[in-house]
């Protein structure tokens, strides 16, 4: 195992179009978190999966904004109606149920023009 | 809401020289604090976590000290090379399942 995952590494879309990211986290870490990060900032944090259930969804997410993680291992991150505000780089992030140490993937930077 | 600050927010220092990168946060009742190292347009690389009730973490060149009651942790970089160059940034793990970032701290080691 390599590390966390993400797909694709870039993605330029149209303003309006949807958009879909894909999140693989390390093996067994049961706790998922997805950030969203401009540039010259830290990242923001968006939601918090653990396992299946999504426990926490920041106000970030505005109802564009959609996330799965359907059998608690990979997860999606959906964008519907995009706008040129949505773009950044979207990090996802795992962490094992023992320990809090968050790992991150390399990212997905988002274009939207 | 818990904040984070970094400072310098900029660093530029000679190859061979020590350096420390400072994080302040606003609220102590912190579980855990982490530093990590961002190269540009990559993620995020994990260097040190230090929880709450410890004082400091080492790892090789880097050692992260935690002062919770003050708000405050360094990173010490000792004998810093070009491949150093990168953001540093901090982050602090509240009771919530979420990390609050700082805006980061670029270095720059001129060979």
């Known amino acids: 195992d390599t590390g966390v995952s993400q797909d694709p590494r870039h993605k330029i879309t149209k303003r309006g179009q949807n958009v879909t990211f894909r999140c693989d986290p390390i093996s067994e870490h049961n706790r998922l978190y997805w950030y969203r990060q401009t540039l010259g900032q830290g990242p923001e944090f968006l939601t918090y999966?653990?396992?299946?259930?999504?426990?926490?969804k920041s106000r970030l997410l505005s109802d564009r904004f959609s996330a799965e993680r359907p059998k608690g291992s990979f997860s999606t991150l959906e964008i519907q109606r995009t706008e040129q505000g949505d773009s950044a780089m979207y990090l996802c992030a795992s962490s094992p149920p023992d320990r809090s140490e968050a790992f991150f993937g390399q990212g997905t930077r988002l274009t939207v023009v | 809401k818990q904040e984070v600050t970094q400072i310098p927010a900029a660093l530029s220092v000679p190859e061979g020289e020590n350096l420390v990168l400072n994080c302040s946060f606003t609220d102590s009742a912190i579980y855990n604090l982490q530093w990590f190292r961002q190269d540009p347009g990559k993620g995020l690389t994990s260097l040190l976590l230090i929880q709450s009730s410890q004082r400091e973490q080492t790892s090789g060149r880097l050692n992260a000290s935690l002062d919770k009651s003050s708000g405050r942790s360094t990173l010490y970089i000792a004998a810093s090379q070009p491949g150093d160059s990168a953001t540093y940034l901090c982050?602090?793990?509240?009771?919530?399942?979420?990390?609050?970032f700082g805006t980061g701290t670029r270095l720059t080691v001129i060979p």
């Open positions: 982050a602090v793990r509240t009771g919530a399942n979420n990390l609050f």
């Open positions: 999966f653990q396992n299946e259930a999504q426990l926490e």
